[in-house]
Structures are given as structure tokens and as C-alpha cells.
């Protein structure tokens, strides 16, 4: 019997360990290591570090559950709560540690890879759209002041989320995710 | 005569590497290089690249003019606008790269050095609470809501302008920048 291709098993590896470790400090042998694959092997399923890279922001995206946001049944801004609630949870599970796979990579790659820079820029807008998507339901509801910008709010919203995670790991506390969820829903979406 | 020592230019050169490349990715001979410097040399004015990206976080901190937030003569919240516009413009005039050396290193290294992580949860502390004298300020002019609770306000505020650098970098526009001024000053701080 032929012995059953590690693709998969590199590919998760590589998203797990861009997430502890970032983009730089992770090496290929320890995306190997991890997958338990000889180290030469990567290279027969990705063309570059920066290949896997896209690859394990795919991954991360199918992972946010954005179906929490168009499940009927619930008010809309409550769905945008549970999502931003379901997103912090990695983090303080995790000890206040690797935050958002998309957020990292703009901060340390997006400057010098045009390809990773795009993919993050695309992962953003699709994110944006679907928070106005709710923001706009919730109005339509009579949830939100008919007032509020929908297309404006919904990307400071995610801009200020990326930032809270960032403020968090860095405190190790969820102060910010607490003012993140008090200001965004007590103030801003009043 | 003596040499000069090249300290205060492997220094001022740390700091431009670790603002351009990111913490991993700057090499010492990076910093040597830039500062001119045999690469030897480094070690004789810094322990470990860890010691002296510890002092480029405070020559940063030094470059945010914190002081334009204290200057009288102008509302309180006037001064906390022309704060952000400032730091925006080195984005701005940087192409849409660089952000804010505290959010990369927290972002790229806060998970991996309690010393790094310890620098940044300071800085982010120091400049909440001068966030907070300025809203505090505001609320005694009569500039805001006297319900709005300003230290999770602070914190809010910083976290979502550490989200709106990474944003506008991943997208390469000011549309972050535009929607952080209107939500903070127009919704937010009304």
C-alpha cells in the first residue's frame, strides 16, 4: 500500500505553528517536525514558506465561523457579540497568546509580501461584509439608530477588534476585550 | 584621539530595522550595516538583539510626543485628535508601512519574551492613562457625556488605534484611518 501523503498533516502544522510562533520565527523543519514529515517533504506540497503561509490563512478563516453570524433566530447584535466572544476565547484559552492569525501577519508580513499582504486585505474586506451585513439586519430591526454608518462601523469595528487582541496578549488580561465589548455594544452600536 | 563610539548609531539603526523589517526578521549584521558598524561591535554596547530592542521601544516611545497632549491653549479633545493625526501621518508618509513599533512587537513577540511583553504592557499603560487625563479633562470642560466611564474609554481607544495601524496597512488606504476618527470623536466621544 503507498503510503498516505502528509499534505494535510504539513499544511495543519504549519497554520498551528504560524499561529505560536509568527511568520518569520517559524522555520520549515519545525512546520516538519511538528507534522512528523521528513523535513525535505514540505517542499513537495508547498513551493515556499510564503505558499503555506496563504495556505494556513485559508485554513484560519474556515475556522472564525462566520456562520455564527447569519444564524437566524437570534437578534443581530447579539450574533455579533457571540461571534467576537467565540474569537476571544482562543486567546485567553490560550493564555492570552497568538491572537488572530490575519492581524499577526499584517503586522509582521503584510509590509514585505504583496501576495500575503493581498490575501489578508481580502480575508479583511470578506470579514468587513459580513459585520455589515449584521449591522445593516440590526437597523433594518430597528436594533441600531438609523443614523449609524453601517459600512464605516463595521470596519472600525474589526480594526478595533485586531488591536484588542493585541492589547490583550500584551497585558495578559482581558481588560480590553471587556472595553472592546462594552464600548462597541454599549456606546458605538447604541 | 579615541574613536567616537558608534552606540548612539547601532541604536538609532535598531530602532529603524525593528520599525521596517519587524523584530525576527532584523539580523545584527542588519543593524551593523545600517549603522555602519563592524558586526562585532554590536555586542559591545548591547547584550542580545532582545536588549536592544528593549531601548529602541523606548527611543519610540519618545518620538510619540506625548507632550501635544498636554499643551494647553486648545480643547482637550482637539489635542487627543491632532495626537492620532500625528501618529497616522508616519503610515501615511511611510506608504501605508511601519504602524507603531508597541503593536508589532506585541503582536510578533509579546507571546514569546516576558522582558519584550513587560516593555510593551508599560508603554501601553503609560499612554492609556495620558489618554485618561485628557478625557478626564474633557469631562470636566464639559466636552463629554458625564456618564462615559474614561478608563475603559483609554484603554478602548488605544486598542482600536493599534488595530486601525494594522488595517490600514493591510489595505494600504486611510479608510481605517477615516473611520477611527469618525467613530472615536463622533460616536464614541460625543
Redesign the interface.
Known amino acids: 500500500m503507498a503510503r498516505a501523503s502528509k499534505r494535510e498533516e504539513i499544511a495543519q502544522a504549519a497554520l498551528e505553528q504560524f499561529r505560536?510562533?509568527?511568520f518569520?520565527?517559524t522555520g520549515i523543519s519545525d512546520i516538519t517536525s511538528a507534522a512528523g514529515a521528513p523535513k525535505g517533504s514540505f517542499y513537495n506540497h508547498f513551493a515556499s514558506k510564503e505558499a503555506s503561509a496563504l495556505e494556513a490563512l485559508d485554513r484560519y478563516g474556515a475556522e472564525l465561523r462566520f456562520d455564527m453570524l447569519d444564524t437566524p433566530g437570534r437578534p443581530a447584535l447579539e450574533r455579533l457579540r457571540a461571534h467576537f466572544e467565540f474569537l476571544g476565547e482562543d486567546t485567553v484559552d490560550n493564555g492570552f497568546?497568538?491572537?488572530c492569525l490575519?492581524?499577526?501577519f499584517?503586522?509582521?508580513v503584510?509590509?514585505?509580501s504583496d501576495e500575503i499582504?493581498s490575501a489578508?486585505?481580502g480575508g479583511?474586506?470578506q470579514w468587513t461584509s459580513y459585520i455589515q451585513e449584521v449591522l445593516t439586519e440590526a437597523k433594518e430591526a430597528g436594533e441600531l439608530d438609523a443614523s449609524l454608518?453601517v459600512e464605516?462601523?463595521s470596519?472600525?469595528i474589526?480594526?478595533?477588534?485586531?488591536?484588542?487582541l493585541?492589547?490583550a496578549?500584551?497585558?495578559?488580561s482581558s481588560?480590553?476585550f471587556?472595553?472592546?465589548f462594552?464600548?462597541v455594544f454599549d456606546?458605538?452600536l447604541r
Not at 159 to 164: K, P, Y
Not at 169 to 172: E, F, P, Q
Request: hydrophobic content about 45%; aromatic content about 8%.
Open positions: 505560536t510562533r509568527g518569520n520565527a497568546a497568538r491572537g490575519v492581524g499577526n499584517a503586522a509582521e503584510a509590509d514585505h499582504r489578508i486585505q479583511f474586506r454608518d464605516t462601523t470596519l472600525f474589526l480594526s478595533a477588534w485586531e488591536g484588542t493585541i492589547a496578549r500584551a497585558n495578559k481588560a480590553p471587556d472595553a472592546f462594552r464600548t456606546v458605538v
